[in-house]
């Protein structure tokens, strides 16, 4: 919720937050978005695409900087096997057409978490 993270930066002082939220929402109003909402079970995110877009904001806000570099443009993906304990049926696997899409869903939450991005 982009209210509660002005609130804590404007009242406690935080003065570095994580956007995984943005980039989910960013990813919901992509082509990522499916019927389970990115969630296995309305909260938790899914196995594959839900927890590597998670997985890419904070790639992006902690590693990058160190390394000059940035996630767009990785080439990791991530296939959930269906005979895996990951497999509930819920969850979209990491492949080389939806990677990019979801690293930009994650470098546009980095870049500007006020706003979400549309797709």
Known sequence: ???????????????????????????????????????????????GIGVYIASCVWYQMLLAPLYNTSIIGNTATHIIDSSSSEHDGRELSVTQDNRSIAQQCAFNACIDMYHIFVE
């Not at 939220?21 to 992509?30: E, W």
């Open 1 to 47: 919720n982009i209210g509660c993270c002005i609130k804590m930066i404007n009242e406690f002082g935080i003065d570095f937050i994580i956007p995984s939220g943005t980039a989910i929402q960013n990813a919901r109003n992509s082509s990522l978005q499916n019927e389970y909402n990115l969630t296995r079970d309305d909260w938790h995110l899914c196995y």
